[in-house]
């Protein structure tokens, strides 16, 4: 006779203890797989925990923690990830968006009313949508050198219902000047370890980038030299690399440049001004 369907909060446990060796968040990520497949949010999950899930739920989520023990993110598991107000459809086509990317929207939020934003790398347009959503006087536009990243940006913008325009290209080359580039380009060194989360599942043209990982950071800063815009660029960059692009930003004419901190205390952003 084949065993009964778990209770709700027997089910999380056992997905917990099942994740326990492939996530630093196994409690977390069963309680939001479950959610999604009883369709409810975690706090419904506390409140029936001692409902029985019906027999298909239950294969249906044991499926589910299969795909994430074999360390697929959660974010392509749902389809779906929270940035600041957003809620972006994301998959294997773009990189996963990261709290700390938040830090470059920020820099934007101060930007003069009404003035141009320009998101180079814009993958799942998180920094352009974020933006054009609290800040809708601002012209915003991305730009990614991914035609899937692209698709994927666009699809945000029509779902969300947030004005911003995408295009396929290779840093601002045949870009529209703007008052302001932001932008979140691949910055880990070829060689570096990462998570098997990452490395297995995102996509490496979002993430690596030559041997000291600042090959792309260093052509979008020539190609913004050779030209009389923007008057700010804003690049998120890896916690070791604040001096390096710093100084690249001084030489590209730059005068005034700054290396901000992200809410673990890491340089994350370098930000110049002519
Ligand atoms: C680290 S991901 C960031 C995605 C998004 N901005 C975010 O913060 O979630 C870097 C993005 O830069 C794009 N990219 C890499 N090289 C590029 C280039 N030469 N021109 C434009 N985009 C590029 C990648 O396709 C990828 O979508």
Known sequence: ??????????????GAAQLAECSATP?????????RVLGVGRERLVIDRARPLAAPQAVRFDALVERRAAHEPVAYILGRRAFRRL??????????????????VEVG???AAGSSVLD?????????LALADER????VRGVDVSVDAVAVAREN???LGLDVSFRVGDLVEGCAPADHVLANLPYVADRAPLPADVVG???????????????????LVGAVAVRRWPRLLALEIGSEQGAAVAQLVRRAGFAQVEVRRDLAGSERVVVGRR
């Not at 006779?1 to 056992?14: E, F, K």
């Not at 409690?27 to 959610?35: H, N, Q």
Request: hydrophobic share 50%; no cysteine; proline share 9%.
């Open 87 to 104: 809620e972006l459809s994301v998959d294997r086509r773009v990189l996963i968006p990261r709290p700390e990317t938040e830090l470059l």
């Open 201 to 219: 599942w995102e996509p490496g043209g979002a993430l690596f980038a030559g041997p000291d990982g600042l090959a792309v950071i260093r052509r």
């Open 136 to 139: 809708p006087d601002l012209e």
């Open 120 to 128: 180079v790398g814009t993958g799942s347009g998180a920094v352009a």
């Open 27 to 35: 409690r977390l990520d069963a309680e939001l797989l479950l959610g």
């Open 1 to 14: 006779m084949a065993a009964a369907p778990p209770t709700v909060g027997a089910a999380v446990r056992a």
């Open 157 to 159: 913008a029509a779902r």
């Open 109 to 111: 939020l101060q930007f």
